[in-house]
């Protein structure tokens, strides 16, 4: 169970791959999350990074890779992972494939003029990373878990702009390099979070 999450930003990988995660019992490995608790813990590399993120740019390849080769070692990667936001370009693809043999790239596919909706009114918790969008609140700005919802500061409308344009420059030619390997699976991601997921269980689960 070596799995990749493909799609441009607010496709709805993060959702579904902690779904996923919790289904499979495997480890999830997100890139984005990982940046964001180096952010907040202020270290060196967080400092880089932030630089990056805020503008809607990609953080430079050979800091994530650094930072994913590390994170593979990790024993809880053993029964099977999830990567979610990462390669997001060539470069980090083909070093990946130098490490790993992956089973299965999900291709979460949506429009952009959906993306835009979906991430001016995307709310995060900044305890445990779960994502809402206001027209499902009702009004409430608590997560589950109790934590006053915010509002990612690379979701404002000039950032998922360029955050688009990136995902179109760098990442999207990912899923012509995966298809060639006959390892890409496209899932409709326009459709609900459960049928979504139930897409994406029926491409797992024969993986
Ligand atoms: P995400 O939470 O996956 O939307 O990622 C948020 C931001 O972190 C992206 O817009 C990038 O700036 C950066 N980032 C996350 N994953 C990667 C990656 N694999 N390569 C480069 N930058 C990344």
Redesign the pocket.
């Known amino acids: 169970m070596r799995w990749v999450f493909l799609g441009p930003?607010g496709a709805g990988?993060?959702t579904q791959a902690a779904m996923a995660v919790k289904a499979y019992g495997v480890a999830h490995i997100?890139?984005?999350?990982m940046?964001?608790e180096q952010i907040k813990a202020q270290t060196d590399l967080g400092q880089k990074?932030k630089s990056?993120?805020d503008k809607?740019?990609?953080?430079p390849?050979d800091v994530?890779l650094g930072m994913v080769e590390e994170r593979l070692k990790q024993s809880d990667c053993e029964k099977g992972f999830l990567l979610?936001?990462?390669?997001?370009?060539l470069v980090?693809a083909q070093a990946l494939d130098k490490i790993v043999e992956l089973d299965c790239v999900v291709n979460i596919d949506v429009p952009d003029e959906n993306i835009v909706r979906r991430l001016s009114g995307r709310r995060v918790c900044p305890d445990c990373g779960a994502t809402y969008h206001i027209s499902t609140l009702n009004g409430k700005e608590t997560c589950d878990c109790g934590a006053s919802l915010v509002i990612r500061p690379?979701d404002n409308e000039q950032t998922v702009k360029n955050?688009l344009n990136?995902y179109h420059e760098q990442t999207k030619p990912l899923i012509g390099y995966y298809r060639e390997k006959g390892i890409l699976r496209d899932i409709d991601g326009t459709r609900s979070v459960e049928d979504v997921f139930s897409g994406v269980k029926a491409v797992l689960g024969e993986s």
Request: no cysteine; proline share 7%; net charge neutral.
């Open positions: 930003p990988k993060g997100s890139t984005g999350d940046l964001r990074a990056y993120i809607g740019a990609l953080v390849d994530i979610d936001g990462f390669p997001r370009t980090q690379d955050r990136t």
